[in-house]
C-alpha cells in the first residue's frame, strides 16, 4: 500500500462546533488524527484525538488529550488486550478490538473497516468506549448490519440507541444522523 494522506472537517448536527481530521495510510498501517473544538450543553470542548492500527485495522494506540492537561492513553495488541500508556493492564477491556470515541464518528470506521461485512450481515462487537470530554472508559456492546453498499446500521446495545451511518466508498463517515455530517 502507497502512503497517502486525506483531510475532512466533520460538523456536529445540533450545536456549534469543529472536527478538523487527518488519516494517513503507510504500508505499516493508519495513523488517524483529529482536534475537535465544540460546545458540549453549554461548555466548550477543546480536544485532540490519535488512532494507530495496523494494516488489518486492529487497534494499537490511542490517545486522548483534553485542552488543560488531562489525556488518556491506552495501547491494544490488536487481539483484544489494553494497557495504560504506563503498562497497567486493563481487563475491563479485555475483548474489544476497537475504540468508540464519543466525541468523533471516525472510530465507526474502525469497525466498519475490520468487519468487512456483506450487505445483509451483521456483528456484534465490544468496543472500548472512551467518553469525552470526562475521559471515562468501559467496555460497550455495539452491533453493525450492513444495510447496503455505503450504509451501515449502528446500534449502542447498552444504551437502545440505533443510526443508520452512511459511508463513502472507502467506509468513512459522510452522515451520521442527528451527530455529524462530513462536510469537505
Known amino acids: ?5 486525506w483531510r475532512w ?6 450545536g456549534e462546533g469543529v472536527e478538523q481530521f487527518t488519516f494517513h495510510s503507510s504500508p505499516v498501517g493508519y495513523d488517524a488524527r483529529g482536534s475537535v473544538a465544540a460546545t458540549l450543553e453549554g461548555a466548550a470542548l477543546n ?25 488518556l492513553e491506552i495501547f491494544s495488541d490488536g487481539a483484544g488486550d489494553w494497557s495504560r500508556g504506563d503498562g497497567e493492564a486493563l481487563p475491563e477491556l479485555d475483548g474489544c478490538l476497537d475504540p468508540d470515541i464519543s466525541m468523533t464518528p471516525f472510530t465507526n470506521t474502525l ?23 470526562e475521559l471515562g472508559l468501559r467496555a460497550a456492546p455495539q452491533r453493525y448490519t ?5 450504509l451501515w446500521r449502528f446500534e449502542g446495545l447498552d444504551i437502545d440507541f440505533t443510526a443508520d451511518i452512511a459511508v463513502d466508498e472507502s467506509g468513512f463517515v459522510v452522515d451520521y444522523p442527528g451527530l455529524f455530517k462530513r462536510s469537505v
Open 47 to 71: 480536544a485532540r484525538y490519535l488512532v494507530e492500527t495496523d494494516v488489518a485495522w486492529r487497534t494499537r494506540r490511542v490517545r486522548v488529550a483534553i485542552k488543560g492537561g488531562r489525556l
Open 146 to 150: 450492513r444495510v447496503a453498499d455505503r
Open 111 to 133: 469497525a466498519i473497516r475490520r468487519l468487512g461485512l456483506k450487505i445483509g450481515e451483521s456483528a456484534e462487537i465490544e468496543v472500548a468506549y472512551i467518553l469525552v470530554p
Open 9 to 14: 472537517i466533520w460538523l456536529p448536527d445540533l
Open 1 to 5: 500500500m502507497n502512503d497517502q494522506s
